[in-house]
């Protein structure tokens, strides 16, 4: 199985600031595989980014991703009120498709 | 457009089985660019991958928690995706998420959550 760590747990921060958040693969992923989420309370997620570094439809220029073999990054470039919430990486590399246990992204 | 609508959760008592639903529309499970997954996520935690099924029917993959216990399903007449659990124990109370995979992009489209209780 392949474990995937999502560092920080939690950051506060403040509307207008980058950050930059890690998820490190136990073993290779394919970037092909590895995707991103976004999670708002009472909400199922939403796709964020795609093969490591693609935006999904509709997602907003200041997210972006890149990495690859075990180490993978999600970047947002200046926060916005909207962006506070739970971010998951996921890989779809090899069965079962882990997640990572999330950042929190908080005000 | 795309829709999933999830149905079926409820309390049940530990040791027993329940059923749950997923309606698709705006997309046929059976397109080959499609699998289907089951995602849960426990009050207050992150989220668990449980089980996919291929565009197919013929590839089952499941989480180690719930590999025996869980069956994942489809029935392409009716458009719709199954998660039928057995021997449900305290730990498995979560909502339940259906989501459609779509292949080197991921889970593009999710249902609205669905909650299990596992109680006596």
């Known amino acids: 199985e392949i474990v995937l760590t999502q560092s920080p747990g939690t950051l506060s921060l403040s509307p207008g600031e980058r950050v930059t958040l890690s998820c490190r693969a136990s073993?290779?992923?394919?970037?092909?595989?590895l995707s991103w989420y976004q999670q708002k309370p009472g909400q199922a997620p939403r796709l964020l980014i795609l093969?490591?570094?693609t935006r999904a439809t509709g997602i907003p220029d200041r997210f972006s991703g890149s990495g690859s073999g075990t180490d993978f990054t999600l970047t947002i470039s200046r926060l916005e009120p909207e962006d506070f919430a739970v971010y998951y990486c996921?890989?779809?590399?090899?069965?079962?498709?882990?997640f990572g246990q999330g950042t929190n992204l908080e005000i | 457009q795309v829709q999933l609508v999830e149905s079926g959760g409820g309390v049940v008592q530990p040791g027993r089985s329940l059923r749950l639903s997923c309606a698709a529309s705006?997309?046929?499970?059976?397109?080959?660019?499609?699998?289907m997954h089951w995602v849960r996520q426990a009050p207050g935690k992150g989220l668990e991958w449980l089980a996919v099924?291929?565009?197919?029917?013929?590839?089952?993959y499941y989480a180690d928690s719930v590999k025996g216990r869980f069956a994942i399903s489809r029935d392409t007449s009716k458009n719709t995706l199954y998660l039928q659990m057995n021997s449900l124990r305290a730990e498995d109370t979560a909502v339940y998420y259906c989501?459609?995979?779509?292949?080197?992009?991921?889970?593009?489209?999710w249902g609205q959550g669905m909650m299990v209780t596992v109680s006596s």
């Open positions: 989501a459609r995979y779509v292949a080197a992009v991921g889970l593009d489209n």
């Open positions: 705006g997309f046929a499970l059976s397109g080959s660019d499609y699998g």
């Open positions: 099924i291929s565009y197919d029917g013929l590839t089952q």
């Open positions: 073993q290779s992923v394919n970037s092909r595989y």
């Open positions: 093969g490591a570094s």
């Open positions: 996921q890989q779809f590399g090899n069965s079962p498709y882990t």
